[in-house]
């Protein structure tokens, strides 16, 4: 039997905590249908929304800007496979020195978050003219290091602005359960915040309210839900509503998980102010 983990707890990868995602693929040519699928599911997994070249020459961009010494000898920056060693003096995350921090501020990675596909895409869920925040995240993990995104919803994250918000997660390379990927609470966007409320009592971030749970296998059991997973592969897209729970498993492969958030809103609406600037991992948001 199969055991993943996240945030360094092990999940038995089975029938009582996880179910395959609903594939909405087909549903792309028919605009009503796919918003339908929206609202009953609270997301959809969309395969090969942008070129698999595309964002695998991402991929190979952002590791060649990485220290060589995180890479493994006689492997390519596109594989993206971790060395087992993180070299040394390397700042946290996503903050000033890092090469995450560099990297959204690059052409690159604005030339690839202009493609059209993504912002079409929303355009067609939200039934209107779309803008990207400019808050866009690039997540990067390695073996070992025991980080996923904890058990939350985004609207908790992003609470002073209009609620009307799609959340893109765009998978940079493969990402099978094992290397990381998303997860998604079952009809958890119907549920009342007050459902799971109390799971944060015993969270591992006692001072940010804003986490449920680190613990998924509690999670799931507690709220008698199954977390939904699919074998992301590069080019897929997710979309999720603001209230849906979700969460990410720990990286066990020697390929590094690197996963990109875009979220949109519609034209016009008011958006929460702190996702008007470029990300930082320090940015508190």
């Known amino acids: 039997m199969t055991t993943l983990s996240s945030n360094g707890l092990p999940l038995t990868f089975d029938e009582e905590l996880f179910t395959p995602l609903r594939d909405s693929t087909e549903l792309r040519s028919r605009p009503s249908s796919l918003r339908a699928r929206l609202r009953a599911d609270g997301c959809l997994y969309l395969r090969g929304v942008l070129a698999r070249e595309d964002v695998l020459r991402l991929r190979e961009a952002y590791f060649a800007s990485c220290d060589p010494e995180l890479l493994a000898p006689g492997t390519t920056h596109r594989e993206g496979i971790f060395s087992g060693r993180v070299p040394p003096g390397l700042p946290a995350h996503g903050v000033p020195g890092h090469p995450a921090h560099a990297f959204v501020r690059s052409e690159t990675f604005h030339r690839f978050l202009s493609n059209p596909a993504p912002a079409a895409l929303a355009e067609s869920l939200l039934g209107g003219p779309v803008q990207m925040l400019p ?6 993990f390695h073996r070992g290091s025991r980080l996923a995104s904890r058990a939350h919803v985004d609207r908790d994250y992003m609470d002073r602005g209009s609620d009307r918000v ?3 997660w765009i998978p940079v390379g493969d990402c099978p359960p094992a290397t990381g990927g998303l997860v998604y609470l079952e ?13 944060r009592a015993a969270g591992d971030r006692p001072g940010d309210r804003r986490p449920i749970s680190h613990d998924l296998a509690t999670t799931a059991r507690a709220l008698g839900r199954r977390w939904m997973w699919a074998d992301y592969a590069a080019g897929d897209v997710m979309v999720h509503l603001p209230h849906i729970v979700h969460a990410s498993l720990d990286t066990t492969t020697d390929a590094m998980r690197l996963s990109v958030d875009a979220r949109f809103v519609r034209r016009g609406d008011t958006p929460d102010p702190r996702w008007l600037r470029t990300w930082s991992g320090d940015d508190g948001a």
């Open 135 to 140: 808050r866009r995240i690039l997540r990067h």
């Open 166 to 168: 799609l959340t893109l």
């Open 187 to 199: 009809g958890s966007h119907t549920l009342p915040p007050a459902v799971y409320a109390p799971l």
